[in-house]
T-cell receptor, first 114, second 113 residues
Framework: NAGVTQTPKFQVLKTGQSMTLQCAQD?????MYWYRQDPGMGLRLIYY???????DKGEVPNGYNVSRLNKREFSLRLESAAPSQTSVYFC?????????????FGDGTRLSIL | AQSVTQLDSHVSVSEGTPVLLRCNYS??????LFWYVQHPNKGLQLLLK??????LVKGINGFEAEFKKSETSFHLTKPSAHMSDAAEYFC???????????FGGGTRLMVKP
């Protein structure tokens, strides 16, 4: 009963390095999301994919790219990491892009940029 | 535009006493509202949601919330706190027909024995 699986769980990078965060869901959901969580700010949407083959920017997309590899997988890439991208990153999925369908979250990736 | 304000960043209660976590929202649309809970080092779990049906919404683990349009509030309550309720709670708003969630800053609930 995996749900949403994120890898890695922890990562430390140096400024300027690149990194891809992986996310996979086994619930046959159509929509997937990437958020970042910073203290006192709740979660902010970086990118989302309403369905396989589509991606759209969220509230804070700068410095990130995404790939919806297939229905199960949605990856987030930092091309040139910056200290401001130190955060906890959450992937989520939902059956459809509708509030009637709740989002299911992974356990997060804790990323530190030195 | 929409926004969410959680009025307390930290709330401390004793085990067995009531819990009140406060949330106010603003939305240009008829909103859907949610409460999520996050336990340490875990992802978020949906507690309950309001999507324009009954204004008093019951969720998991004995939590409930009441949608008050006149006060633009969606406060979360529980009659009797349990140690396992210690976590961070997020109030979330979304346009009723959309899928973009806007999160509040979170309220950390501490439960004292």
């Amino acid at each position: 009963n995996a749900g949403v699986t994120q890898t890695p769980k922890f990562q430390v990078l140096k400024t300027g390095q690149s990194m891809t965060l992986q996310c996979a869901q086994d619930m046959n959901h159509n929509s997937m999301y990437w958020y970042r969580q910073d203290p006192g700010m709740g979660l902010r949407l970086i990118y989302y994919s309403a369905s396989e083959g589509t991606t759209d920017k969220g509230e804070v997309p700068n410095g990130y790219n995404v790939s919806r590899l297939n229905k199960r997988e949605f990856s987030l890439r930092l091309e040139s990491a910056a200290p401001s991208q130190t955060s906890v990153y959450f992937c989520a999925s939902s059956r459809q892009g509708s509030v009637e369908q709740p989002q299911h979250f992974g356990d997060g990736t804790r990323l530190s940029i030195l | 535009a929409q926004s969410v304000t959680q009025l307390d960043s930290h709330v401390s209660v004793s085990e067995g006493t009531p819990v009140l976590l406060r949330c106010n929202y603003s939305s240009s649309y008829s909103p859907s509202l949610f409460w999520y809970v996050q336990h340490p080092n875990k992802g978020l779990q949906l507690l309950l949601k309001y999507t324009s049906a009954a204004t008093l919404v019951k969720g998991i683990n004995g939590f409930e919330a009441e949608f008050k349009k006149s006060e633009t509030s969606f406060h979360l309550t529980k009659p009797s706190a349990h140690m396992s309720d210690a976590a961070e709670y997020f109030c979330v708003v979304s346009p009723h027909a959309g899928n973009m969630l806007t999160f509040g800053g979170g309220t950390r609930l501490m439960v004292k024995p």
